[in-house]
């Protein structure tokens, strides 16, 4: 389960590469894919091209920037959201695409399919894939919703759809999401998270340390924890997580990667793991 994602199924799978399922969850629009087969080349490589230059920040920084994202898929321009992304990803990844299903929920989450998904910003879609030689299909699906209070509460539908598809033992990974799950009008999705991970992988910009129950979860930090980068400033800073990063008990070691916002310069950056107990 993978909230704040964008489309970044690149990361999802990387870390997670067994899973037989994948949820990403964002606010950018679902998307379709035009009928390539009646365009003519042009348009077919400059159409790839837009795929491939949208994932540039994923490529270089490890994460999507939103207002490149918004950039890239303003009114007008060839690609309309997130599923021509994720397509173009598992492709690349050596898989096979056996399905792509699109849908809608009424209010209490439940989903119907819709077969013409031109202009569809929120919903679901729903891709199935496979490895040459292997008769084992996963899915990727992505959720276009609005994961703010206020959103989810307008629209029960996605937070019905989310509890019920969300098995009580998830394993949740959260990653440069821009501190959102800090402030006061994220408390349920950070609900959600905490209630239904048996494992929640995450960088300091996901749910505060001290919002995860102790009682409930134990901790294994990796890297290093540094004050959070501008524009978030110092009012993200978790004095907290500081001094669990000294504590020999939860203290991981070192982190043998980049991954997160502090990508330039000291690339010193951090990843918690909490664990139900």
């Known amino acids: 389960?993978?909230?704040?994602?964008?489309?970044?199924?690149?990361?999802?799978?990387?870390?997670?590469?067994?899973?037989?399922?994948?949820?990403?969850?964002?606010?950018?629009?679902?998307?379709?894919?035009?009928?390539?087969?009646?365009?003519?080349?042009?348009?077919?490589?400059?159409?790839?091209?837009?795929?491939?230059?949208?994932?540039?920040?994923?490529?270089?920084?490890?994460?999507?920037?939103?207002?490149?994202?918004?950039?890239?898929?303003?009114?007008?321009?060839?690609?309309?959201?997130?599923?021509?992304?994720?397509?173009?990803?598992?492709?690349?990844?050596?898989?096979?695409?056996?399905?792509?299903?699109?849908?809608?929920?009424?209010?209490?989450?439940?989903?119907?399919?819709?077969?013409?998904?031109?202009?569809?910003?929120?919903?679901?879609?729903?891709?199935?894939?496979?490895?040459?030689?292997?008769?084992?299909?996963?899915?990727?699906s992505y959720l276009s919703c609005d994961l703010t209070d206020r959103g989810l509460s307008a629209y029960p539908g996605y937070e019905r759809f989310l509890r019920g598809k969300l098995p009580a033992d998830v394993n949740s990974f959260v990653k440069s999401a821009s501190y959102l799950m800090h402030g006061s009008h994220f408390t349920r999705i950070r609900e959600i998270i905490v209630s239904h991970s048996a494992y929640l992988v995450q960088d300091d910009t996901g749910i505060p340390y001290r919002m995860i129950p102790t009682d409930r979860f134990r901790f294994r930090l990796f890297g290093e924890y540094q004050t959070p980068i501008p524009p978030f400033g110092k009012g993200n800073y978790q004095s907290d997580l500081a001094q669990a990063y000294t504590d020999s008990v939860q203290y991981a070691g070192p982190l043998a990667f980049s991954l997160g916002y502090h990508w330039w310069g000291s690339r010193k950056q951090n990843q918690m793991v909490a664990i139900r107990k």
């Open 1 to 140: 389960f993978y909230p704040f994602s964008g489309g970044d199924f690149i990361h999802a799978y990387t870390l997670f590469p067994d899973a037989s399922e994948y949820l990403l969850v964002a606010r950018e629009p679902v998307g379709h894919i035009p009928d390539l087969f009646a365009m003519d080349s042009a348009y077919v490589r400059a159409y790839l091209q837009d795929i491939d230059f949208m994932l540039r920040d994923i490529y270089q920084k490890s994460f999507f920037i939103t207002l490149n994202m918004e950039k890239d898929l303003a009114s007008g321009k060839r690609l309309s959201g997130i599923a021509p992304i994720i397509l173009w990803t598992v492709s690349r990844l050596g898989f096979d695409i056996s399905a792509i299903r699109y849908h809608v929920f009424d209010s209490n989450g439940v989903k119907t399919r819709v077969d013409n998904p031109t202009g569809l910003r929120e919903g679901l879609v729903e891709i199935d894939f496979f490895k040459k030689g292997d008769s084992t299909v996963r899915t990727v």
